[in-house]
Structures are given as C-alpha cells and as structure tokens.
C-alpha cells in the first residue's frame, strides 16, 4: 500500500487549530505522493484535542484529499464504551476510509482485554480497522496470537507496528493471512520491516520529506533495493533526530524551519523542542536543502 502520513495537527499560537495550515499541508502531501493520510494519530496530538476538534480535523483533511488518496482516522480511548462511541461519530464522516486504533493506554489489559476492545471497535464501524501496536506509549503490547485472532474479523484489515521487536514483526507477517497488511510505525525500521513482507509505512517524517520517504518505501516495494538503501543512508539521521525529544515535537520544529506551519506550536503537556535540539535540526535541514531561505527547486544534496 505504501507509505502514510501520520499527520501532525497543526496550532496557532492561541493554542487553537490552524485549519489553513492544515489544508496545505494535505495538499501539499498529496501532491507529493503521498499513498494515504492518517490524521489524529500520536503525531497529532489526538490525546489533546477535543472530541469536536477531533471530528473537525478528520473532517476537514478527509474534505481536503476529496478522495485522492484515502484517509484513516486515529481513534483510541482506553475505555472501551467511549472508543465505540467515537469510532461510531467518525464512521459517519463523508470520506473517511478507515479506522486506526491503538491499544488502550494506561490500563494495561491482558491480551484477552486487549482482544474484546478491539473486537468491539471493529464490530462499531462499518468501515476497515487498522490495529495500533505502540507498547512504548501505551504500556500494553500487542501479540502476534492476539493479532491473528482480530485478524479473523472482518473489517480488521491489518496492523500499525511500532513495538520495535523485529521478531515479534515477523513472527506475525509469516503466520498472518497474506491478505492482512502489516504497517511499520517506525521511520527508523521501515527498511527491515518492509524486507520481512511489510506492505508499507505510516511516517512521522514523511510529514517534512513526503517525496523521499514515498520513493524509498516504494523502491523497496519493488525489490530496488539499492535506491531504497540509498535513500535510507541519506535521510536516517534526519529521521533519528526527529525521536530525540518526545514526538511530534521535533517535526513540527521541522516544518516551521520549512515554512510550512506557521510556528512550532503544541499543546502541554507537550512543549517545543529544546534551543540544542533545535540548532541541531536546523542544521540537518540546512544540509538537506529544505530551509524555507533555500531557492525554490534547490536540493543539492538530492540523491533520491
């Protein structure tokens, strides 16, 4: 399927959303070839925003894409009955083509938890679920013998993995039907998930380098190893650095270096990136050629 954007929700200064930055951002996403968008993930700062905001957002990206490339919505609560509750407003949004959720945070469910919160979120909607997995966040993680029973329901159609257990991931491509897609969640494992049979990536740097990043899943998807390598070796530091302060911090410095939000805003208890973090992004970005000071068109670094 390619690559997805875990899209960053953009604010104001007043703390409010920044619907005109937004639009352009999917825009521009878009037009950079971008497979698909994923609004009010982590990366957005869903745990932050209100419930109206939330449907707000996915409204307006879903409105934005106008069915160029589909839109899946974030959606997790670790109430289970409030989870369905949103997943049953979203499902009614015009243009919105699926449903990811993460585990429940903070309550630490066994594996049968875990099983029939998903199974109830799945059974809420009439549109395709895509499963979570980000133990790192939200302390509970999601096993491969859990996820190929979800993978019998219906509309649960495959899995966003950001445990960073590479054996855990194959483990689960091998046994899984082959119709069941497995997603990298981590900008840093795209090329080694992908190499055990991933069907793509959902980025946080593709919402900076959406160009670049769609070609390297792309070429690895086609078994044009070399370039995706290539591509690799010339934006890992970039994409190391976006994880050295809490995410989405970082990228949303990055975008506001670039010109394209108008400053690095975040709700608390999220804050922006420290001043050494941000000399060290500006920096990689410089080198990269993506300042907004840059000409238009200049890359001279450009290998992809």
Excluded at 53 to 62: C, D, L, N, S
Excluded at 109 to 136: C, D, M, R, T, W
């Amino acid at each position: 399927m390619g690559t997805g954007t875990a899209l960053i929700t953009p604010f104001r200064a007043d703390g409010s959303v920044d619907e005109s930055a937004l639009h352009a951002l999917v825009h521009w996403q878009i037009e950079s070839g971008i497979s698909f968008l994923v609004p009010c993930g982590s990366t957005g700062e869903a745990s932050t925003l209100s419930e109206e905001e939330t449907i707000a957002v996915v409204t307006m990206v879903a409105a934005t894409a106008a069915g160029r490339v589909p839109v899946i919505a974030g959606c997790t609560h670790n109430s289970t009955a409030e989870a369905v509750r949103r997943v049953e407003r979203l499902s009614q949004i015009r243009g919105l083509d699926g449903i990811l959720t993460a585990n429940p945070y903070y309550s630490k469910p066994s594996q049968e938890g875990q099983y029939q919160h998903f199974k109830a979120i799945a059974e809420a909607s009439n549109l395709p679920v895509l499963l979570y997995n980000i133990p790192g966040r939200t302390a509970a993680n999601l096993e491969p013998s859990t996820v190929l029973r979800l993978a019998e329901l219906k509309n649960i159609i495959g899995i966003k993995e950001s445990s960073g257990n590479l054996l855990q991931i194959t483990e689960l491509l091998t046994r899984a039907p082959r119709t069941f897609r497995v997603f990298s969640g981590d900008d840093g494992f795209a090329l080694p998930t992908l190499a055990v049979g991933a069907s793509g990536l959902i980025s946080v740097a593709s919402n900076a380098i959406p160009e670049p990043v769609t070609h390297m899943v792309a070429s690895a998807l086609q078994n044009d190893w070399p370039t995706a390598r290539r591509i690799n070796r010339q934006f890992f530091g970039f994409m190391q650095a976006l994880f050295l302060e809490p995410n989405p911090a970082p990228v949303k410095a990055v975008l506001s270096l670039m010109g394209k939000i108008d400053g690095d805003y975040l709700r608390l208890p999220m804050t922006p990136v420290t001043f050494a973090l941000r000399r060290r992004l500006e920096t990689i970005v410089g080198e990269l050629g993506l300042l907004v000071e840059a000409p238009q068109g200049s890359d001279p670094h450009r290998m992809y």
